[in-house]
Antibody
Framework: EVQLVESGGGLVKPGGSLRLSCAAS????????MNWVRQAPGKGLEWVSS????????FYADSVKGRFTISRDNAKKSLYLQMNSLRAEDTALYYC???????????????WGQGTLVTVAS | DIQMTQSPSTLSASVGDRITITCRAS??????LAWYQQKPGKAPKLLIYEASSLESGVPSRFSGSGSGTDFTLTISSLQPDDFATYYCQQYYTYPLTFGQGARLDIK
């Protein structure tokens, strides 16, 4: 069974830092690029960042560029998101998601974890 | 960035109804479009990919169509389990972008 289990969320003050983790199981981790997608309370979905299977390619949303760092450890089948200089507008449920790696064509996000809540407030 | 615009934002319908949700991209994305269903307190679930391909295990009452900039999600006969919020998403290029969502309510 595919599982993506996020952890590391919590309450943090503006300007603070937090590191999210995602433990993957039930599939071949290196066959997938991994992504973080967030959802502010009562709002829609916002893509945050993606990392390719071998960490060669990394992408960020403009809203987090320079503040967030995505990484992965294939040996541990884990994905991470280091979040620095947090702002109130970063408050959201952060989902760990996967996209299968394909040689030629783009692929969709096909599986989502249950999310970890990050609250930025003083 | 490619903007995705869904309409309507809210839709009220009854069990057995046929409904359509539309999604427009601000530039051509070929057929690199996905539809997701999200129920309250749950993670989104992939329904449709490549604009019209049904994800494994998704009921056949769901269908998708379109290419280029205009896309639709159709539910042929609404079931009680279908009342949820639906999002389109382009995966043609980064940044990946989602529509604002369409909430489907029971009339």
């Amino acid at each position: 069974e595919v599982q993506l289990v996020e952890s590391g969320g919590g309450l943090v003050k503006p300007g603070g830092s937090l590191r999210l983790s995602c433990a993957a199981s039930g599939f071949t981790f290196t066959d997938y690029s991994m992504n973080w997608v967030r959802q502010a309370p009562g709002k829609g979905l916002e893509w945050v960042s993606s990392i390719s299977d071998s960490s060669t390619y990394i992408f960020y949303a403009d809203s987090v560029k320079g503040r967030f760092t995505i990484s992965r450890d294939n040996a541990k089948k884990s994905l991470y998101l280091q979040m620095n200089s947090l702002r109130a507008e970063d408050t959201a449920l952060y989902y760990c998601t996967r996209k299968v790696v394909a040689a030629v064509s783009p692929t969709p996000i096909d599986y989502w974890g249950q999310g970890t809540l990050v609250t930025v407030a003083s | 960035d490619i903007q995705m615009t869904q309409s309507p934002s809210t839709l009220s319908a009854s069990v057995g109804d046929r409904i359509t949700i539309t999604c427009r991209a601000s530039q051509s994305i070929s057929n690199w479009l996905a539809w997701y269903q999200q129920k309250p307190g749950k993670a989104p679930k992939l329904l449709i990919y490549e604009a019209s391909s049904l994800e494994s295990g998704v009921p056949s009452r769901f269908s998708g169509s379109g290419s280029g900039t205009d896309f639709t999600l159709t539910i042929s006969s609404l079931q009680p389990d279908d009342f949820a919020t639906y999002y389109c998403q382009q995966y043609y290029t980064y940044p990946l972008t989602f529509g604002q969502g369409a909430r489907l309510d029971i009339k």
